[in-house]
């Protein structure tokens, strides 16, 4: 039978390595008891078997990982400051890849918090990020202002520099020749400036005050028509029936394609025309030289099927015909300001 080892021989074995000793009698190889380390003071359980050989306790183990986890953390550190060398300096010190720090930026000279993992990817500081957005905005206005002369219609010239696709600049209007500040969104959309929008057209104010052309109370066509020239494109309009020849003669329309519906009057024939080109709005498109042109009508041009449109203005004309006002129809169908909405209103109330 093997003789169990006494306390004092286990505390002899301890001694051979000096890491720790015994506080609780010896009790087995396998029993956990009380030790207390020389190295870092602490006392923690355990088991024989493993101390007389000289390992540590749970302090020994918990200094290694730390010993361990230091040393790769200071060569990550190395490996970190080698690959941001020439872009950017460490303000704070080097923890891990996972907590922020603040780096100083060579090239804008300027301290941002950032994540190592991220620096390391390759990715800059805000500054960097901010720098590389004002560039693109840069670069995208400069090639919209290299365009902007070629882009505008035919009868506008640009006086002052491109600034912004929303900053108004002066112009020159070749139809009036007057000068005005207008947007560029607004010039390349074709509408032109202050004098251009000035002059004397349908609009549903005067329809509503019956005033202008809407005061002669003359039978009037609604009408649609595909563009001779541009397959794919329609367009619909209105003109007196007493001048319907001169209208049609002109060599965009297709002439001999025309669809028309006769209306009692102006009032009538552009109520549908607004309705119409209300329903038709996602479809708004003008073929550039037309546009450029500022061919009259461009604005009522869509690229859209002729069949298409006449079946659209169709619904129309039967609706009109069903409601028999038609302020009532254009509440329904035309888009207006509250201001024109309150004015229909009441021109609907009357003719009721």
Same mark, same amino acid.
């Given at each position: 039978?093997?003789?169990?080892?006494?306390?004092?021989?286990?505390?002899?074995?301890?001694?051979?390595?000096?890491?720790?000793?015994?506080?609780?009698?010896?009790?087995?190889?396998?029993?956990?008891?009380?030790?207390? @380390?020389?190295?870092?003071?602490?006392?923690?359980?355990?088991?024989?078997?493993?101390?007389?050989?000289?390992?540590?306790?749970?302090?020994?183990?918990?200094?290694?990982?730390?010993?361990?986890?230091?040393?790769?953390?200071?060569?990550?550190?190395?490996?970190?400051?080698?690959?941001?060398?020439?872009?950017?300096?460490?303000?704070?010190?080097?923890?891990?890849?996972?907590?922020?720090?603040?780096?100083?930026?060579?090239?804008?000279?300027?301290?941002?918090?950032?994540?190592?993992?991220?620096? %390391?990817?390759?990715?800059?500081?805000?500054?960097?990020?901010?720098?590389?957005?004002?560039?693109?905005?840069?670069?995208?206005?400069?090639?919209?202002?290299?365009?902007?002369?070629?882009? %505008?219609?035919?009868?506008?010239?640009?006086?002052?520099?491109?600034?912004?696709?929303?900053? $108004?600049? %002066?112009?020159?209007?070749?139809?009036?020749?007057?000068?005005?500040?207008?947007?560029?969104?607004?010039?390349?959309?074709?509408?032109?400036?202050?004098? @251009?929008?000035?002059?004397?057209?349908? &609009?549903?104010?005067?329809?509503?005050?019956?005033?202008?052309?809407?005061?002669?109370?003359?039978?009037?066509?609604?009408?649609?028509? $595909?563009?001779?020239?541009?397959?794919?494109?329609?367009?619909?309009?209105?003109?007196?029936?007493?001048?319907?020849?001169?209208?049609?003669?002109?060599?965009?329309?297709?002439?001999?394609?025309?669809?028309?519906?006769?209306?009692?009057?102006?009032?009538?024939?552009?109520?549908?025309?607004?309705?119409?080109?209300?329903?038709?709005?996602?479809?708004?498109?003008?073929?550039?030289?037309?546009?450029?042109?500022?061919?009259?009508?461009?604005?009522?041009?869509?690229?859209?099927?002729?069949?298409?449109?006449? &079946?659209?203005?169709?619904?129309?004309?039967?609706?009109?015909?069903?409601?028999?006002? $038609?302020?009532?129809?254009?509440?329904?169908?035309?888009?207006?300001?509250?201001?024109?909405?309150?004015?229909?209103?009441?021109?609907?109330?009357?003719?009721?």
């Amino acid at each position: 039978m093997v003789r169990k080892k006494t306390h004092v021989e286990y505390v002899i074995e301890l001694a051979v390595h000096s890491r720790v000793v015994a506080l609780e009698e010896y009790q087995g190889l396998h029993t956990p008891i009380l030790h207390r @380390c020389l190295i870092h003071g602490e006392k923690h359980p355990g088991y024989p078997s493993r101390l007389r050989n000289g390992a540590g306790l749970q302090c020994c183990k918990i200094a290694a990982h730390r010993k361990e986890a230091a040393r790769k953390n200071e060569i990550a550190r190395q490996e970190h400051d080698e690959k941001i060398k020439g872009r950017l300096e460490r303000v704070d010190p080097y923890i891990d890849s996972t907590v922020k720090i603040r780096y100083r930026c060579l090239e804008h000279s300027e301290i941002h918090y950032a994540l190592p993992s991220n620096v %390391l990817k390759g990715q800059g500081l805000l500054c960097c990020k901010t720098a590389g957005v004002q560039a693109h905005a840069n670069r995208k206005k400069a090639a919209a202002a290299a365009s902007y002369v070629d882009d %505008l219609p035919d009868w506008l010239i640009p006086l002052e520099p491109y600034q912004g696709a929303f900053t $108004p600049i %002066l112009h020159r209007c070749l139809i009036h020749g007057e000068e005005h500040k207008a947007s560029p969104t607004q010039t390349k959309s074709g509408h032109g400036l202050k004098c @251009c929008m000035a002059t004397g057209s349908d &609009n549903i104010g005067t329809c509503l005050a019956g005033t202008d052309r809407f005061a002669e109370g003359k039978p009037t066509l609604f009408y649609v028509v $595909p563009l001779e020239r541009f397959p794919g494109y329609t367009k619909c309009g209105i003109v007196q029936v007493d001048v319907q020849d001169s209208r049609f003669n002109d060599p965009q329309y297709s002439s001999m394609e025309v669809t028309s519906w006769e209306c009692n009057d102006r009032i009538e024939a552009f109520m549908l025309e607004q309705a119409l080109l209300n329903q038709t709005r996602t479809s708004a498109e003008c073929p550039q030289e037309l546009r450029k042109q500022r061919w009259a009508g461009y604005t009522e041009v869509r690229k859209m099927s002729a069949e298409d449109m006449i &079946n659209l203005a169709q619904n129309l004309v039967d609706r009109l015909h069903e409601i028999g006002c $038609p302020y009532q129809f254009a509440l329904e169908y035309v888009s207006m300001s509250s201001g024109h909405r309150t004015k229909c209103q009441e021109l609907a109330d009357l003719w009721a």
